[in-house]
């Protein structure tokens, strides 16, 4: 079975612009949690989605934003990007949206603003 | 909200020996801690987990342990290999608060050949 498929790998974006990552879950699995990871800050969660309705949000401003199609797919936004939104942007799929699940995670999106 | 920590920050043992990562939450709600293994240039991988009914958990060289009143829970590598130099992350899920998995802030472990 293939993996947490996330693309692009890498992006270069200028402040002020914004920004598309997609994420493709695991086949059957149907939660889509997105999640930052940066040295200074670590992994930290954005928000989870599950049968196109977002069931959590970590804290983070509005101008992080999410969203999930009919067949899971998940793509998150980040609008005006900062400086401080250079990081690792990871996607992690899970069957359902409970809290003991077990999530697993895709390569992740390097994002580097400039 | 959950808070994670986790020590060492670093970690080196010589190939062969053992390594024990601990980490301690502060919801007692939590129930189901997972341990993820990162490489470089890589996403993090699950290694093994632990739900709040068991104490303890092996799976060949690694075994997990929890002590709900103590609120900590700890990784073990046994017969430590080269392969096994990564960072490691534990973390914790509650059914409670918004955040799905609340991660510790990271062990870099190396092995010496």
């Known amino acids: 079975k293939a993996g947490v498929t996330q693309t692009p790998r890498y992006l270069i974006k200028t402040r002020g612009q914004q920004v598309t990552l997609s994420c493709s879950p695991i086949?059957?699995?149907?939660?889509v949690s997105w999640y930052q990871q940066t040295p200074g800050q670590g992994l930290q969660f954005l928000f989870e989605y599950f049968s196109e309705t977002q069931r959590n949000k970590g804290n983070f401003p509005g101008r992080f934003s999410g969203r999930q199609f009919s067949n899971s797919r998940s793509e998150m936004n980040v609008s005006t990007l900062e400086l401080g939104d250079s990081a690792l942007y990871l996607c992690?799929?899970?069957?359902?949206?409970?809290?003991?699940?077990?999530?697993?995670f895709g390569p992740g999106t390097r994002l580097l603003v400039l | 909200g959950e808070n994670v920590e986790q020590h060492p920050s670093t970690l080196s043992v010589q190939e062969g020996d053992s390594a024990v990562i601990k980490c301690t939450y502060s919801d007692s709600a939590s129930n189901y801690f997972p341990w993820y293994k990162q490489e470089l240039g890589k996403g993090p991988q699950l290694i093994i987990d632990i739900r709040s009914n068991v104490g303890e958990k092996k799976d060949q060289r690694i075994a997990v342990t929890l002590n709900k009143t103590a609120k900590h829970f700890s990784l073990h590598i046994t017969e430590t290999q080269p392969e096994d130099s990564a960072v490691y992350f534990c973390a914790a899920s509650t059914i409670f608060g918004n955040e799905k998995l609340t991660f510790g802030t990271g062990t870099r472990l190396t092995i010496i050949p």
């Open positions: 992690a799929s899970s069957l359902l949206d409970r809290a003991q699940e077990t999530q697993y």
């Open positions: 086949s059957g699995h149907r939660s």
